[in-house]
């Protein structure tokens, strides 16, 4: 038996996938909806969203967002699968912005597990595409569904259907010659690929998966993996009956995180290796571990569902005793299936049993409340890469242990509610847990709206309606501020790199490096350093300070020790709401306000009939600095 589980509190990064485009005639009842949802109140965003589309003086574009809304929520808490459906029916025939109609039908239909229909809602979506960033999208969705498909043949014991394999790899060729960094497309190529049993194609997946040039750059943590399947699978194909690559494949797939990858290979593998596969521990062990993580999942996220949706405080309580039963009950399976566990052991603490998990599958796992939500909920992943660094801020200074975690099995309730938004990390005691997933996509994503002349020309003509409109609601401000400091700041990265001599796929692939580089500093070095030296300097008292004024501290570092302090400004400002971290982000808000009415004199085509907080874009990055800098207590602590 396990012992006591011990829950805990966690003090997280949230960070946003995409700024939610609003324009200046946004309705007032779909900005007040938008808001209910990031403030994790679903019933208030429902039932705003469901008035919106009843409205007559409703924009084509805001009826057919809140439909697009009301569908995913539909189905996700819900589980109303016609009504789901009913609604992107109508938003397509409205008409606005059809391809992503198509997006949220085809993860339905996923979901669903209806796959032929899936892929219809993906080709839909590419023939509805305005912009090569969502052609490009629709075609990375139709190859993930072909995956998808193939691999729920294989649980089935089905024949693979390899011309839609080979299609689908075709695709994802493609968008990875165009977009060498998009690693959602190859992580999936790395699936197909193995399915299709072309190992040189599958070692270039899994390089790019992890944006590694070679082999020998890979992290210290992946050094052993990389290596083997750089040697091994060059060799393997179709044709290779070799129980030793075989095994030396799988294991390696497994200790690069890609457990359910590793599933696939054993379960498809030549019918003369399954007697050796079956009797294989170390290959039991792996494929016994890939079916608890989506056992895990399901009863997560089935948890996280009811706990969303249900009213009445008992029922809550038990759905919440229910999810620590089955916990503790899936993972009292997992011990006695697995070979590195003693068989004649009666019990386990907790701490025993995560530290052999992290010894032979890199797992880490916490069950824990979060400071956005006190909902209980489970962090789980497995780490790919771990330093250690010496951070130092003011006359403090603390070690401060980097480890990232990927291939996530839940992110903490939060993040499951949100999707658009989550936790980009955790602080724990003396480093940080950094959650790759998130950040998979935000650079990619910089590069189209910088690039993508559809998207760009869209993102300009929001903030010229928005900012220089005489708007002087702050909510509309505040989304066109965001998005104006974003843009100036890739603007200006673009422009530098072209003036460096870089140009075509270098230039992309500088551009990524640089602005991955940016953020990471700021969000985990800056950002969580600063709660790791508060809990140092502070001790006992850092507690008593509260989550939001936690992250508030937090926020002054990730932005005075940021290289490009507007993209952490950026996202800071759409997020003001009504949760501690959203406090936290109107607190930086408030400070930018006072600055600008103390300094306005100080700012180069400063205009005082504007709203002054409407022209925080136009402070300069010394005078971003400066102004934060100003209010943080170590700094004040330190001129004493």
Same mark, same amino acid.
């Not at 809550?316 to 993972?331: E, G, K, L, V, W």
């Not at 306005?600 to 136009?618: C, E, G, M, R, V």
């Given at each position: 038996?396990?012992?006591?589980?011990?829950? +805990?509190? +966690?003090?997280?990064?949230?960070?946003?996938?995409?700024?939610?485009?609003?324009?200046?005639?946004? =309705?007032?009842?779909?900005?007040?909806?938008?808001?209910?949802?990031?403030?994790?109140?679903?019933?208030?965003?429902?039932? #705003?969203?469901?008035?919106?589309?009843?409205?007559?003086?409703?924009?084509?574009?805001?009826?057919?967002? &809140?439909?697009?809304?009301?569908?995913?929520?539909?189905?996700?808490?819900?589980?109303?699968?016609?009504?789901?459906?009913?609604?992107?029916?109508?938003?397509?025939?409205?008409?606005?912005?059809?391809?992503?109609?198509?997006?949220?039908?085809?993860?339905?239909?996923?979901?669903?597990?209806?796959?032929?229909? &899936?892929?219809?809602?993906?080709?839909?979506?590419?023939?509805?595409?305005? *912009?090569?960033?969502?052609?490009?999208?629709?075609?990375?969705?139709?190859?993930?569904?072909?995956?998808?498909?193939?691999?729920?043949?294989?649980?089935?014991?089905?024949?693979?259907?390899?011309?839609?394999?080979?299609?689908?790899?075709?695709?994802?060729?493609?968008?990875?010659?165009?977009?060498?960094? =998009?690693?959602?497309?190859?992580?999936?190529?790395?699936?197909?690929?193995?399915?299709?049993?072309?190992?040189?194609?599958?070692?270039?997946?899994?390089?790019?998966?992890?944006?590694?040039?070679?082999?020998?750059? !890979?992290?210290?943590? #992946?050094?052993?993996? &990389?290596?083997?399947?750089?040697?091994?699978?060059?060799?393997?194909?179709?044709?290779?009956?070799?129980?030793?690559?075989?095994?030396?494949?799988?294991?390696?797939?497994?200790?690069? %995180?890609?457990?359910?990858?590793?599933?696939?290979?054993?379960?498809?593998? @030549?019918?003369?290796?399954?007697?050796?596969?079956?009797?294989?521990?170390?290959? /039991?062990?792996?494929?016994?571990?890939?079916?608890?993580?989506?056992?895990?999942?399901?009863?997560?996220?089935?948890?996280?569902?009811?706990?969303?949706?249900?009213?009445?405080?008992?029922?809550?309580?038990? @759905? %919440?005793?229910?999810?620590? *039963?089955?916990?503790?009950?899936?993972?009292? %399976?997992? $011990?006695?299936?697995?070979?590195?566990?003693?068989?004649?052991?009666?019990?386990?603490?907790?701490?025993?049993?995560?530290?052999?998990?992290?010894? =032979?599958?890199?797992?880490?796992?916490?069950?824990?409340?979060?400071?956005?939500?006190?909902?209980?909920?489970?962090?789980?992943?497995?780490?790919?890469?771990?330093?250690?660094?010496?951070?130092?801020?003011?006359?403090?200074?603390?070690?401060?242990?980097?480890?990232?975690?990927?291939?996530?099995?839940? @992110?903490?309730?939060?993040?499951?509610?949100?999707?658009?938004?989550?936790?980009?990390?955790? !602080?724990?005691?003396?480093?940080?847990?950094?959650?790759?997933?998130?950040?998979?996509?935000?650079?990619?994503?910089?590069? /189209?709206?910088?690039?993508?002349?559809?998207?760009?020309?869209?993102?300009?003509?929001?903030?010229?309606?928005?900012?220089?409109?005489?708007?002087?609601?702050?909510?509309?401000?505040?989304?066109?501020? *965001?998005?104006?400091?974003?843009?100036?700041?890739?603007?200006?990265?673009?422009?530098? #790199?072209? *003036?460096?001599?870089?140009?075509?796929?270098?230039?992309?692939?500088?551009?990524?490096?640089?602005?991955?580089?940016?953020?990471?500093?700021?969000?985990?070095?800056?950002?969580?350093?600063?709660?790791?030296?508060?809990?140092?300097?502070?001790? @006992?008292?850092?507690?008593?300070?509260? &989550?939001?004024?936690?992250?508030?501290?937090?926020?002054?570092?990730?932005?005075?020790?940021?290289?490009?302090? %507007?993209?952490?400004?950026?996202? $800071?400002?759409?997020?003001?709401?009504?949760?501690?971290?959203?406090?936290?982000?109107?607190?930086?808000?408030?400070?930018?306000?006072?600055?600008?009415?103390?300094? =306005?004199?100080?700012?180069?085509?400063?205009?005082?009939?504007?709203?002054?907080?409407?022209?925080?874009?136009?402070?300069?990055?010394?005078?971003?600095?400066?102004?934060?800098?100003?209010?943080?207590?170590?700094?004040?602590?330190?001129?004493?």
């Amino acid at each position: 038996m396990m012992k006591k589980l011990n829950f +805990l509190p +966690l003090f997280f990064l949230i960070l946003s996938f995409a700024i939610q485009a609003q324009e200046i005639n946004n =309705h007032p009842k779909l900005l007040a909806a938008l808001e209910a949802q990031n403030s994790l109140k679903l019933e208030s965003s429902r039932e #705003l969203f469901n008035s919106l589309i009843r409205l007559d003086d409703v924009s084509k574009k805001d009826k057919c967002i &809140a439909l697009r809304k009301l569908s995913i929520q539909d189905w996700k808490f819900y589980k109303n699968y016609e009504l789901a459906k009913k609604r992107l029916v109508e938003a397509i025939q409205i008409g606005d912005y059809i391809s992503e109609s198509y997006v949220v039908l085809n993860r339905i239909e996923n979901e669903a597990k209806n796959y032929s229909k &899936a892929l219809t809602a993906a080709e839909k979506s590419l023939e509805s595409a305005t *912009s090569a960033a969502d052609s490009t999208y629709a075609t990375y969705l139709y190859s993930k569904t072909i995956l998808r498909e193939a691999s729920s043949f294989i649980l089935q014991k089905k024949q693979l259907d390899l011309v839609k394999l080979q299609k689908a790899s075709t695709l994802l060729q493609k968008i990875l010659s165009k977009n060498p960094t =998009h690693v959602n497309a190859a992580e999936v190529l790395l699936g197909v690929s193995l399915l299709l049993k072309d190992g040189k194609l599958a070692l270039k997946s899994w390089l790019a998966y992890y944006r590694f040039a070679n082999a020998n750059a !890979a992290y210290t943590y #992946l050094k052993e993996p &990389a290596k083997v399947l750089l040697l091994e699978l060059p060799m393997w194909n179709s044709n290779t009956i070799n129980f030793q690559r075989t095994k030396a494949i799988i294991v390696a797939l497994g200790n690069s %995180r890609f457990y359910n990858f590793a599933k696939l290979v054993a379960l498809t593998e @030549n019918k003369s290796l399954q007697s050796k596969i079956k009797t294989d521990e170390e290959i /039991q062990d792996i494929m016994h571990y890939a079916n608890y993580l989506q056992e895990l999942k399901d009863s997560t996220n089935e948890y996280y569902r009811i706990a969303t949706i249900e009213k009445d405080e008992d029922k809550i309580t038990q @759905n %919440r005793a229910a999810f620590i *039963s089955t916990f503790r009950a899936t993972n009292n %399976r997992l $011990m006695k299936k697995l070979s590195i566990f003693e068989k004649n052991t009666s019990e386990y603490s907790v701490r025993e049993f995560r530290e052999k998990l992290r010894t =032979h599958f890199g797992t880490v796992q916490i069950i824990a409340s979060t400071s956005s939500s006190t909902t209980l909920g489970l962090v789980m992943g497995h780490i790919v890469n771990e330093r250690t660094e010496t951070i130092k801020q003011y006359n403090h200074e603390s070690d401060f242990t980097f480890t990232e975690i990927d291939m996530m099995t839940s @992110n903490g309730y939060s993040s499951w509610f949100w999707e658009d938004r989550g936790a980009g990390g955790f !602080a724990v005691e003396n480093g940080f847990l950094r959650v790759k997933q998130l950040f998979k996509s935000l650079p990619i994503n910089a590069w /189209q709206r910088i690039t993508d002349p559809v998207k760009r020309e869209k993102i300009e003509k929001e903030i010229a309606e928005k900012l220089f409109s005489n708007s002087t609601d702050e909510k509309t401000i505040f989304s066109g501020l *965001s998005q104006k400091l974003e843009m100036d700041a890739l603007n200006d990265l673009y422009n530098d #790199l072209k *003036s460096q001599g870089y140009q075509d796929i270098q230039l992309q692939l500088k551009f990524i490096e640089v602005y991955e580089s940016y953020r990471d500093r700021a969000t985990m070095f800056a950002h969580e350093g600063r709660h790791s030296l508060d809990k140092k300097v502070l001790k @006992n008292k850092y507690r008593n300070l509260g &989550a939001t004024v936690i992250e508030y501290r937090g926020r002054l570092s990730q932005i005075v020790f940021s290289k490009e302090p %507007r993209l952490e400004l950026s996202n $800071m400002i759409n997020g003001v709401n009504t949760s501690p971290t959203g406090l936290s982000n109107k607190m930086i808000v408030d400070v930018a306000k006072e600055w600008i009415l103390k300094n =306005h004199s100080k700012i180069k085509n400063f205009d005082a009939t504007q709203t002054p907080i409407s022209q925080l874009y136009k402070l300069t990055n010394a005078q971003i600095i400066a102004c934060y800098k100003a209010v943080d207590p170590f700094y004040i602590d330190s001129k004493k």
